[in-house]
């Protein structure tokens, strides 16, 4: 009986009808050009998300480097001690390091250039170095934003104009004859939209946050300067208050006899 019931089973399953309107079906009919608009845009989407996973990496890495910088860096006595708390290969180490080699190239100049102009060019330089590293690969972002809802719409126009092709060979628009190019020219405007839409919010978010870390570099860059020309001086305010807050906490008063006492110095 078990044998009856799997063999009518299989009966009905060859029986019946197969989906001529499905995903591979449309891109089948669609031919050569179907599928090479399609493969040009996976390519584009996986390129896209990534650029997205490796930039957001890099950020991710100064943004928890910045960590250090906070807490560590400013506690040492003089900037070339500083630099050996960072990661050799951290963008804070490099602007350590170029605030450094441009204090020192300056002093053997013989022209009458400041000493401040030179620094503060010095060290914009090496912002704008980290900055375009940083910004490497947002144009492709930008590009498959811009251009893959127009590829998908190539795909769309060319499956629209197979559609009226069948439709003037058989001298009537029956549903057989148009499904097929029909969806095929539905799904390529469907999955441009898909490869536009989250790479431009990638291309986005990515460059609020690179604007972020440059504030941050701007900042850390003064914060150098200001060091270097108060020969150590001057660091930031934020450490400091940090670091006088402890000195600055009193001992609980005790009491005696019911009458407070201060706590000895």
């Known amino acids: 009986m078990i044998t009856e019931i799997l063999t009518a089973a299989t009966a009905a399953a060859a029986e019946a009808p197969k989906n001529q309107f499905g995903f591979w079906e449309a891109m089948n009919q669609g031919g050569v050009i179907a599928w090479t608009i399609f493969g040009v845009l996976v390519i584009m989407s996986v390129g896209s998300f990534y650029i997205l996973i490796t930039k957001w990496l890099e950020q991710q890495k100064i943004f928890n480097q910045w960590k250090d910088v906070r807490t560590n860096f400013w506690k040492a006595p003089s900037l070339s001690d500083g630099r050996n708390k960072l990661e050799k290969n951290s963008a804070w180490r490099q602007l350590v390091d170029d605030g450094l080699a441009a204090e020192e190239s300056h002093g053997k100049m013989t022209d009458s250039l400041e000493a401040h102009d030179w620094m503060i060019g010095s ?61 095929e020219a539905l799904i390529m405007t469907a999955i441009g939209l898909l490869v536009a839409v989250p790479a431009v919010l990638a291309y986005n978010w990515l460059q609020s946050r690179n604007k972020r870390i440059a504030e941050l570099m701007t900042g850390f860059s003064t914060d150098i300067l200001a060091n270097i020309n108060s020969k150590g001086a001057i660091k930031p305010a934020a450490t400091a208050a940090a670091a006088a807050k402890p000195a600055a906490a009193a001992k609980p008063a005790t009491t005696a006899g019911g009458v407070s006492t201060p706590p000895k110095a």
Do not use: C, H, M, W
């Open 123 to 183: 060290l914009q330089r090496s912002q704008d170095s980290i900055n375009s590293k940083l910004s490497g690969g947002l144009p492709f972002l930008a590009s498959v934003g811009a251009t893959a809802p127009f590829i998908g719409l190539l795909g769309t126009v060319i499956g629209i104009y197979r559609a009226l092709i069948n439709i003037g060979i058989e001298g009537s628009a029956s549903i057989d004859k148009v499904a097929g190019p029909v969806g």
